[in-house]
């Protein structure tokens, strides 16, 4: 089992930032990969976000390529997303998502086998 927990969202205007952070503990000394998503009411979770073990491999969705960063200290069993030139599209709740198994990509919800609460992003125009 790992359980995961999100942290660092908020409130912020348009063309803020913020910092999310997704602590892992439980079992973490297997490999996993990780993934954000984020989802609106009435709407299916989105992918944003994902980034291997290793952290050679990095995945973006296409509407927050060149405004979010994805990224991993594994020494610290932390994962984190940089998010930079806020819209208010992009107002959610934020999850992060590990998954043990290896699949060829991680923008597919439903391949992960854990998920943390979530934190609301609220932006502002």
């Known amino acids: 089992q790992v359980q995961l927990v999100e942290s660092g969202g908020g409130l912020v205007q348009a063309g803020g930032s913020l910092r999310l952070s997704c602590a892992a503990s439980?079992?973490?000394?297997?490999?996993?990969?990780m993934g954000w998503f984020r989802q609106t009411p009435g709407k299916e979770r989105e992918f944003v976000a994902g980034i291997r073990w290793s952290g050679s491999g990095i995945y973006y969705a296409d509407s927050v390529k060149g405004r979010f960063a994805v990224s991993r200290d594994n020494a610290k069993n932390t994962v984190y997303l940089q998010m930079n030139s806020l819209k208010p599209e992009d107002t959610a709740v934020y999850y992060c998502?590990?998954?043990?198994?290896?699949?060829?990509?991680?923008?597919?919800?439903?391949?992960?086998?854990?998920w943390g609460q979530g934190t609301q992003v609220t932006v502002s125009s």
């Open positions: 439980g079992r973490t000394f297997s490999p996993y990969d």
């Open positions: 998502a590990a998954v043990t198994h290896y699949y060829s990509g991680l923008t597919r919800s439903v391949q992960y086998e854990y």
